[in-house]
DNA sequence: GATGAATGAGTATTCATTCAT
DNA sequence: TATGAATGAATACTCATTCAT
């Protein structure tokens, strides 16, 4: 049938807008992609752009939410209650590390909408919150309600230290040896939160 | 004499212009700031700034040397080497920390180049080096060179403990009780670090 | 069907950039106009114009070219080799005269790229090489190949006879009585240079 | 005297902005050249210019009757009408010729005045005409009043093949072999013109 | 005579968006 | 579904000019 796109070359040309929209939003941010920019690395028309995503913002929102709801569903497939302290909180911390490798454009994406204009962030609250209340249940019973050892404490100390670590990858790649990404070097970065979280639940018991 | 510019009010404009410049960059991020906004904001006429600072790129430089230049010489007054480790690195966390609440700008200004294009980067990897430098210094001798719990993991996990609680706060201000930044809560959040740092040291003594 | 653009009417918007361009460029030279004045001239909206010639140096480059391709098609024409010489040079000063005439803003055009920035001068010297060559083809056997009298020199006296007078119009239309770009008065012109060139000739041959 | 400027340092200021004026205005036109340029060229303050000048316009203006006024007293001083008309023409090719080799911004000033917007046309148009009188008068008895053999005509394409040799210099260069306004070059020219004045005299004579 | 600061008007160019087809 | 053409608003930046000192 030529001349005829067919059903799966349709969806295709939606999906290619959203992969391509998310790559450049990631590399470069909100501001500094065009539409075109788009458009053009998507392999598709300017127009048809809006045509599926109505204006450049509701497309950015798209990207986000895509990433929140595999977000969540990634970590409410570790969040399950049984087994010992230790293992649900490593269980944790691997699903979101997993996440991260997988979603690369995601750190940058967010950290961009936290740091920068508040265009979006009742989206960045909203996981945010849902993150955090998460944190709280994880320590409940361990980590107290206020003060400088409280549960969004640790959320706020977790999350940059699982965040930063692939925000800064580029910026520190020339300083260290190899690449922050590769896999050997994520491998240890995973170490290094297990063992965070290790020192630092011993360090809550202790209190 | 109201109306006849004194001597004190000539430099005053092109301080004016990098202020205001350091407040809406550090609030919405470079692209989304215009010159015409600076300009505005800083009460003096569009083609000032670009007389006094060549272009909004240029400007842009000079707003992160000067945050640099402040940083570093006040991580350098706390850099001497004497007293107990813990009273070294005290002083490291509560010197970091001051000029964050000092220049509340400078983290979310930080967190965009990093995450963002990276027109900037260069600065902002030069900065990042010296940092990481430091945090090898002052752990050296209790951090091992290599593997997750060398100096170079603990500083990326500290920059981000340190700096994502003032680029959260505006997210996370409606879920918490309070604003993040207001006296009280900033105290809790240093003596978080304090803690952190101590039981770091503590899991690395045990090491 | 008035208000509906017809399909002829489509690259009319195109074609009518290109011609404003060509009549103000010519008039004013390239630094005097401005986009907005062309798009303004041609009735279409400014931003139009990047979209079909995507900067204001591409679009001079697009009116030059244009002129080049006619001018040469013109003068090929001209060139065949066959009768004697009066004939067949006589047959050049026409093809060049009855472009210069057909062109009115050619002469301009070029005498202000030559004389000015030369920010296009690629364009004007390929096509004064070509001229020249064609030039010394035409009066091989006639000029000598080197000296004062050499076929190089006759072409800049050539081109400047017959270039200048379509520049001086303007400025002289005040002094001689009538409009040098009138048709009689164009006649004589190309009498002159008729005359001129049997002169020279016959210099040569007596030389 | 320290501090103070001499008399002959403050006409200097003055003059080396009209020089700097003269070389940039020939070499890149007047819309090409900025008021900055001019001052950075003659090593003074922008607002110095207008100071002594007034308005850009005006300097150019100022740039322009100084030529015409060299121009014209070397002129003058070819004119004398003693000995045969073949010296007296040799005379004035030469003064002409001399004229334009020591003042090489000249032709291209001129011909981008002509070729270009008409801003500064009556100065144009006023040496233009005071040139063709002076051939006019130099042809006398000579050539007819009017049609193709009249000393306006003569003027036109006299005049031509004197500028454009200036101008179609840079253009030129690369395909001539050497510089068409090198010493020995110029002398070729100049006896080029000398020639065709002999060619075209013998001309009118036949006619 | 000389200058640094200041400005209003203008420049080329880009962009998100719309719309007829 | 898809697109080429079209546009109004905005952007960074430049310029000739003025003026207080």
Redo the contacts between chains.
């Keep these: 049938m030529p001349g005829k796109p067919s059903e799966s070359k349709r969806k295709d040309k939606s999906l290619r807008i959203l992969v391509a929209a998310d790559e450049l939003f990631g590399?470069?941010?909100?501001?500094?992609v065009s539409v075109r920019d788009i458009a053009r690395a998507a392999g598709v028309n300017k127009a048809l752009v809006f045509y599926y995503f109505g204006s450049k913002e509701d497309l950015f929102a798209r990207v986000l939410t895509r990433y929140y709801e595999s977000h969540r569903s990634a970590l409410e497939g570790a969040l399950d209650a049984s087994g010992p302290l230790d293992k649900r909180l490593g269980r944790l911390v691997d699903a979101y590390f997993d996440f991260m490798v997988a979603n690369r454009s995601f750190?940058?994406?967010v950290?961009?909408q936290?740091?920068?204009?508040?265009t979006h962030?009742e989206l960045?609250?909203q996981n945010?919150?849902e993150l955090?209340r998460w944190t709280e249940h994880a320590l409940e019973g361990l980590a107290p309600n206020d003060?400088?050892?409280a549960a969004?404490?640790m959320f706020?100390?977790f999350?940059?230290?699982?965040?930063?670590?692939f925000?800064?990858a580029?910026?520190?790649r020339?300083?260290?040896g190899g690449d922050p990404l590769a896999d050997d070097a994520l491998a240890?970065?995973r170490?290094?939160l297990?063992?965070?979280v290790?020192?630092?639940v011993?360090?809550l018991k202790a209190a």
Tied chains: 1, 2, 3, 4.
């Design positions: 590399e470069q941010g909100y501001d500094a750190a940058r994406l950290q961009q936290i740091a920068g204009p508040g962030l960045i609250q945010l919150t955090e003060g400088p050892l969004r404490h706020v100390t999350s940059g230290a699982m965040i930063n670590y925000t800064y580029r910026a520190l020339p300083v260290w240890e970065r170490a290094h297990h063992w965070l290790g020192v630092v011993q360090g």
